[in-house]
């Protein structure tokens, strides 16, 4: 079994509300000096198998064709 962390973030340059929101948030709540939040999603994944080559290009391309929006998104497998 193999285990990966996917994270996906926006790209740099792409308008992020609820990141802007967050922001927003952190400072009424007394969080000074708090200057940008970028918000993200993160998947763990376990996949079957020992071959992490394998496994590696098959994790990414479940990101390219459902877990990230490329044209928006960036993404980062780590295997664990």
Do not use: W
Request: aromatic share 4%.
């Amino acid at each position: 079994m193999i285990k990966a962390r996917i994270t996906v973030t926006l790209k740099n340059g792409v308008l992020d509300p609820q990141g802007k929101a967050i922001e927003h948030a952190l400072d009424g709540l007394g969080f000074a000096g708090v200057g940008s939040v970028r918000q993200g999603k993160v998947f763990d994944i376990e996949v079957d198998g020992t071959d992490r080559a394998k496994a590696e290009a098959d994790l990414k391309a479940m990101c390219d064709k459902l877990l990230a929006n490329t044209v928006i998104e960036n993404y980062s497998v780590a295997i664990t």
